[in-house]
């Protein structure tokens, strides 16, 4: 390690609000996973992100598969577009998402913001141990309510008293 002088801290760093800057992509309308096509290898899709339920103000989104680089994209375009067509609270069941990266957890925050802007909230249900470890080092525990599944979601108990938002 060479020492220039500098002092190790950023002078860009930003601040401790959420922020993320969301990607100019959206999912295009009636699309709801990455087709083939659109992938190399051309194989099945990698994520896919369908409502399963609505109850008044409320969607339930089904996502399944991987979301990282390729896909965050996609899920953040999929609740975007509920939120502009005005679903306040989004539950968003990962019980069959199996990876999630720091790309997926941008278009999480970059969905919150948006959403919570108009006083709504997102909830997560159904997540992994792996992820739910994630969310807690990251401290996006404290931002969305966990659910042990979507009917809880919409009105059971939550499981927020394991991670305590504080």
Not at 20 to 29: E, S, T, V
Not at 34 to 58: F, N, S
Request: proline share 6%; glycine share 14%.
């Amino acid at each position: 390690m060479i020492d220039d002088g500098r002092t190790g801290r950023r002078h860009d760093r930003r601040g401790p609000a959420l922020r993320c800057r969301a990607a100019h992509g959206r999912a295009r309308p009636g699309r709801d996973h990455i087709p083939a096509a659109d992938r190399p290898g051309g194989a099945g899709p990698l994520l896919t992100a369908e409502v399963v339920e609505t109850r008044g103000r409320t969607a339930t989104v089904a996502v399944a598969g991987e979301i990282d680089l390729q896909t965050a994209d996609l899920l953040r375009g999929r609740l975007l577009d509920l939120a502009d067509a005005g679903y306040r609270t989004l539950v968003v069941d990962f019980g069959a998402v199996v990876f999630c990266d720091a790309a997926g957890l941008g278009a999480l925050v970059a969905a919150h913001n948006r959403v919570a802007s108009a006083g709504g909230e997102i909830r997560l249900a159904a997540v992994r141990p792996a992820q739910r470890k994630l969310l807690r080092v990251t401290g996006l525990h404290r931002v969305f309510p966990l659910d042990d599944g979507p009917g809880a979601a919409l009105g059971g108990p939550s499981v927020q008293a394991a991670f305590p938002r504080g």
